[in-house]
């Protein structure tokens, strides 16, 4: 079901002339993380490491321009200005590079194309978009996220409910007190057969947005990554990380 | 039985329900799961809670052989076991260290990794997944705990032998020797690292010090609110606001700097680290001549040579923001601005925005017959319990922490924790301020002149009339606030500060799970504040001993 999201998920140039030595020296990387949202970012049970897709993408990039990746878990809430503010040297938490982000903050190039999805409950499966888009539907997202903007788009400020974390959405879905959860079809395919019989990915295919690695404004650093994310990218680490975590190749 | 008669009800109840709730985790894994994620159990913890809990006994122990050493006459008989009890736990504890190494190592090594700042540090091993102490660290740690063990044996040894020195030298020896165990105790359940339950850790000491830092500011501010104005009041605080203005002028006279924008816009503009931020936004959306309002880009350089280096060497880079000085290529100016640099600006603003209020709390004290600062006091108070305590939070958390350490050159880097306890106790310092002077204005005019008939200077009267009747007053309502910042500290995860709610949240998303980790991190809270609860219940009842 991901393969087109894989087919979409095309291999930007680089832009980064051969003159720069990516070597980023030993340096420790702190990196923001919410580590909410599998399967991205979660914190494994049983030794309470950071792990995920996200995780896999960061140390083979550190592999690659030798750098220290130092996961920090924090709240979605802050964390862009925590990271504006120097508390992190780069956020990687699923990030959409969004138009209004670029104007404050600096992407890496995208290392992932994901396609946003809507999560139904079993019974309304049959719902389709335009279902949504007549009014009357509820839907739900987490607060600052694109998926949230997207939900605003279909139905209206006044009928989308955001949550801080998907825990929450996801509960407000079982409730019923919304009709739709909004995200990424990365993670939905997640929730899915985590809840099978009970909520379903109705309506996939919406808006796709590239996914890529936050820095601060004018931060030099943006440079020796996209070099290492270009050598995952030629050497298929990165595909095959992709297969790994959605099973498509 | 007389004792389980005695139990308040609420803790009754939630005894009553404790077979049940214990059975609940023992029985369900979701619920067991739940429960360790959510107390933070980490590696290893295990042994590093064995270790720990020797620690702890040996050093509550040595406390209270401190402490009984001083109050030898009157000591209850269990004091007294203690007392005899610490001197052999202590050596076999120091033999322990030396013997069976592995029983404590564990427990002292990560307490040091964790005192260690994990980003710099260079006695971490980092080359692997889970970062660990070098081994011949390791070695060290185990020294250095073996010399700790034998030196607090020593200690309590020490603390038989102070009885028999002569006074006054044997009391200040003893009373040494209590802060000597009561810190080292301190530390342990204070502020050194749980491995086996970081959660509740991170939570409960985060309202422990914000709840001793808010009470002492709560004091300052009804201390400054009860100054009165003397006659020359209003001339000796308008000076220092007019000399607070007059320095912040001078900063302000100070000489510019020109700096050009050269190169081309067509790519990114480089911008020296520690151009001013309004300047770097002109840059950014265009806003300055010929710049035609729209966005650029930029790119952060190390100083101004290497930013106009980057013209050349890096393909993105078109443009250069740097010093006239600096700019000796002869690329094509396209900007050229002066602006006063920031080592004068900040100063500058500081002083002005300082000088400028204490005038108008000057004003309005004269208005009113108020003391400047006591209006100053009210005015801190009325604001912060304006403010809602999330956005305290992010304030102090993120941009003043930050402001703090620019000034200080990175000195003062406080950690997440740090500023989060900082932030909670200027938020709950307000109201704590607002109950501690209910709790003085509850006291009748007529005892404060009647202390002062009896000779009793200002002081005096409120040390041992004043404040012995208003704490009594006030330990419901600070008991109240404590259970209220226990809470409140769930709000710390924006500053990547792992609370129990955190690790809540992290284990729904990762489990899937929804209702288990719900209900244990209710029922965890709920054990805590009820634990304090009745711990207060109990201070009451021994503040209120003899008379209501």
């Known amino acids: 079901m991901f393969k087109h999201l894989i087919a979409a998920a095309t291999l930007a140039a680089m832009t980064a002339p051969a003159a720069f030595a990516a070597d980023l020296e030993g340096r420790v990387l702190k990196i923001g993380t919410d580590a909410t949202y599998p399967p991205m970012e979660t914190v494994d049970e049983t030794t309470g490491e950071i792990v995920g897709f996200d995780v896999d993408v960061m140390n083979a990039i550190c592999e690659r321009v030798n750098c220290v990746p130092n996961f920090v878990n924090t709240a979605w809430d802050g964390i862009f200005a925590a990271l504006q503010q120097g508390e992190f040297d780069l956020v990687i938490s699923g990030v959409s590079i969004t138009p209004e982000r670029e104007e404050t903050m600096d992407f890496s190039e995208p290392y992932i194309v994901v396609s946003q999805a809507i999560l139904l409950q079993v019974d309304n499966e049959d719902m389709t978009l335009d279902d949504f888009k007549a009014g009357g539907q509820k839907l739900a997202a987490q607060t600052g996220t694109t998926n949230a903007q997207l939900a605003e788009e279909l139905v209206g400020r006044e009928n989308v409910s955001l949550y801080d974390n998907f825990s929450a959405a996801i509960l407000a879905l079982q409730n019923a007190d919304v009709q739709g959860v909004i995200i990424d079809g990365t993670s939905a395919s997640a929730y899915e057969q985590e809840f099978a019989g009970e909520l379903t990915v109705g309506i996939t295919g919406l808006q796709s947005d590239p996914l890529g690695i936050v820095f601060q404004e004018g931060d030099p650093t943006v440079d020796a990554i996209n070099t290492g994310l270009a050598a995952i990218k030629e050497d298929g680490t990165l595909d095959k990380l992709m297969a790994q975590y959605w099973g498509t190749n | ?548």
Not at chain 2, 461 to 475: D, E, G, H, N, S
Request: proline content about 5%.
């Open chain 2, 1 to 548: 039985m007389s004792r389980l008669s005695s139990i308040r009800p609420s803790n009754l109840v939630l005894l009553a329900a404790a077979p049940f709730i214990i059975y609940l985790f023992a029985t369900s894994s979701k619920y067991l799961r739940s429960l360790v994620a959510i107390l933070g159990i980490g590696n290893n913890a295990g042994p590093i809670f064995v270790g720990f809990l020797l620690i702890l006994t040996t050093a509550t122990l040595g406390y209270l052989c401190a402490r009984h050493s001083r109050f030898q006459l009157q000591a209850p008989a269990w004091l007294r076991v203690s007392a005899i009890a610490a001197f052999p736990v202590a050596v076999g504890l120091s033999i322990l260290s030396f013997v069976a190494p592995q029983i404590l190592l564990p427990f002292a090594e990560s307490v040091f990794f964790h005192a260690l700042n994990e980003n710099t540090s260079t006695l971490i091993d980092r080359s692997s997944q889970t970062w660990v102490l070098f081994p011949e660290v390791v070695n060290q740690v185990q020294t250095g705990l073996q010399i700790l063990l034998a030196i607090y044996a020593v200690v309590v040894a020490l603390c038989f032998v102070s009885g028999r020195l002569a006074n006054p030298l044997r009391s200040f020896v003893q009373i040494g020797f209590e802060v000597l165990t009561g810190a080292s105790l301190f530390y342990l359940m204070f502020m050194a690292h749980w491995q086996f339950a970081t959660g509740v850790a991170i939570t409960f000491r985060a309202a422990i010090f914000a709840y001793i830092f808010a009470a002492i500011l709560g004091l300052i501010w009804v201390g400054l609110q009860s100054f009165k104005p003397k006659a020359r009041t209003t001339m000796v605080y308008g000076a220092i606001s007019l000399g607070l203005l007059g320095v912040s002028t001078f900063f302000f006279m100070q000489p510019q700097v020109n700096y050009v924008l050269v190169g081309s816009t067509d790519a990114r503009i480089a911008i020296v680290r520690g151009t001013p931020q309004a300047q770097a936004d002109i840059i950014r959306f265009g806003e300055f001549e010929g710049g035609g309002e729209q966005n650029y880009r930029i790119r952060s350089a190390t100083d101004a040579a290497a930013a106009l280096e980057q013209i050349e060497t890096v393909d993105s880079v078109s443009g250069a923001f740097v010093p006239v000085e600096a700019h000796t290529q002869g690329y094509p100016v396209l900007w050229q601005t002066s602006f006063l640099p920031d080592k004068f600006r900040n100063p500058a603003l500081a002083f002005a925005v300082f000088g400028f209020l204490l005038l108008t709390l000057t004003i309005g004290g004269a208005q009113h017959k108020l003391h400047p600062l006591a209006v100053g006091a009210e005015f801190f108070v009325d604001t912060i319990r304006g403010i809602p305590m999330l956005v305290i939070i992010l304030y102090i958390g993120l941009p003043l922490a930050g402001a703090v350490k620019d000034a200080t050159g990175g000195g003062i880097d406080m950690t997440n924790m740090t500023r989060g306890i900082i932030a909670i106790s200027v938020g709950y310092s307000a109201y704590m301020a607002e109950i501690f002077r209910s709790g003085i204005e509850a006291i009748p005019k007529g005892q404060l002149e009647a202390g002062s008939s009896l000779g009793l200077s200002r002081w005096q009267t409120a040390r041992l009339i004043v404040l012995p009747q208003a704490l009594r007053i006030v330990t419901p309502p600070l008991g109240n606030e404590f259970i209220a910042m226990i809470k409140d500290t769930s709000l710390l995860s924006i500053l990547s500060v792992r609370d129990m709610t955190q690790r809540m949240r992290e284990f729904q998303a990762a489990s899937f799970l929804p209702f288990a980790p719900f209900n244990t991190a209710a029922i965890l809270y709920v054990v805590i504040t009820l634990g304090c609860a009745s711990f207060l219940k109990w201070i009451e009842r021994r503040t209120a001993k003899d008379d209501r």
